[in-house]
């Protein structure tokens, strides 16, 4: 059995921490004011793990303005994984390792999407761009 804090490390925010949010929201926002994109990312971040009705109905939101951005895919997907902004990867060379020379590779994809990669060597980096430009 798992606890909330482990979910929320494992899969970010809880559904009971994003309903604090929106509570917090809803106290102080003002008249006519919309629901701001973050927390619309924190609501379709959700969806995966708790469905589309569920989330709509604990957080009081639209459930079809809910579906209509996941359905765009206005933001993260909405599969209750984050998308990663930046990730950065360190390896120990092997101590018997020859010195390589550097190899720093730079791409964008045409959805805007940048990726910079710094390796000490070439191998393994064609499996690494396959994935870039595979995804969506």
Not at 19 to 45: C, D, P, T
């Amino acid at each position: 059995m798992t606890t909330n804090a482990e979910q929320t490390e494992e899969h970010g925010e809880s559904l009971d921490q994003v309903k604090q949010r929106f509570a917090q929201w809803r106290a102080s926002r003002k008249r006519g004011e919309h629901i701001s994109n973050a927390l619309w990312s924190a609501a379709m971040g959700l969806v995966g793990r708790h469905g589309l009705a569920r989330t709509a109905r604990e957080l009081r939101i639209d459930c079809e303005g809910l579906k209509k951005r996941c359905a765009r895919g206005t933001g993260p997907v909405c599969t209750g994984k984050a998308q990663p902004q930046f990730v950065e990867l360190f390896a120990q060379p092997a101590p018997s390792a020859a010195p390589a020379s550097a190899c720093i590779v730079e791409m964008q994809n045409v959805q805007g999407a940048k990726m910079r990669v710094e390796l000490g060597s070439i191998a393994g980096l064609d499996g690494l761009v396959s994935a870039f430009w595979g995804a969506r």
